[in-house]
């Protein structure tokens, strides 16, 4: 079997055609924790359930927008950053890799219409019981540090990141954020109904092949892990 570190080096994908759809990526806002189960055991390069990607990023600092464009053969080009502009644009590639997760819920630090006031060790947290399938996309994180965390729960869970709940929280904004990503002892089932999944890759290239402006929530995607107590039994009877 292909290991863990050379699957998200790689960059040969596959992908095929289906229908244009709506946006079904997860985002998170700073304090959001998501309690998610992988949809792919990211085992072997050819899995339509993820992919690696590749990102231009950049940002504007007169009107504080940030911009981003999948490094792809089908991508629009024609706009991106002059040579001359790109130090001062901070002008970068991120190399990232994304896969469908089923979402069973998140909890929020700030309220929103439709969440659920809970109380989660003494401290008040807001509810949203998603329920469905996103895509989750990943920085590798500073000095690896996602491809470390994920090795440590594959090797829990003998080889299969698709046996459990994993936490992905978001702390910080901006160029300070940083995500921990932790394995539970959650036992959530999944939905006994069949879902059609769109091909990762080629969802990335319908989305972002022409240079898109994300919010301030949605532009960083740095992994940092962190160990941290686990509140299981806790968390478990919220969703």
């Known amino acids: 079997?292909?290991?863990?570190?050379d699957l998200l080096s790689s960059s040969d994908t596959q992908t095929n055609t289906r229908?244009?759809?709506?946006r079904q990526e997860l985002f998170f806002k700073a304090g959001d924790e998501a309690y998610v189960t992988f949809m792919s055991k990211i085992d072997y390069k050819d899995d339509p359930m993820w992919?690696?990607?590749?990102f231009f990023s950049w940002y504007e600092p007169i009107t504080r927008k940030a911009?981003?464009?999948l490094d792809d053969p089908k991508s629009n080009k024609e706009?991106?950053?002059p040579m001359e502009d790109r130090e001062r644009l901070n002008f970068r590639i991120k190399n990232m890799f994304a896969l469908w997760v089923y979402v069973h819920?998140?909890?929020?630090?700030?309220?929103?219409?439709?969440?659920e006031m809970v109380e989660v060790n003494n401290v008040k947290k807001f509810k949203?019981?998603?329920?469905?399938?996103k895509l989750l996309a990943l920085g590798y994180g500073h000095q690896g540090a996602t491809r470390a965390a994920l090795k440590d729960i594959q090797e829990k869970w003998d080889g299969d990141l698709t046996k459990g709940v994993i936490k992905v929280r978001r702390d910080g904004d901006g160029l300070q954020t940083s995500y921990r990503l932790t394995d539970t002892n959650r036992t959530d089932e999944l939905p006994s109904e069949p879902h059609e999944f769109q091909d990762v890759l080629e969802y990335y290239q319908e989305k972002y092949g022409e240079i898109w402006q994300p919010t301030r929530e949605?532009?960083?995607q740095q992994i940092e892990v962190k160990k941290e107590a686990s509140l299981d039994s806790e968390i478990s009877e919220l969703f």
């Open 1 to 5: 079997m292909t290991s863990l570190d």
């Open 19 to 22: 229908p244009r759809s709506v």
């Open 51 to 54: 992919s690696t990607l590749s």
């Open 67 to 69: 911009y981003q464009l």
């Open 79 to 81: 706009h991106l950053p």
């Open 105 to 115: 819920g998140v909890l929020h630090e700030q309220y929103e219409d439709g969440y």
């Open 128 to 133: 949203e019981p998603v329920k469905d399938y």
């Open 218 to 220: 949605q532009s960083s």
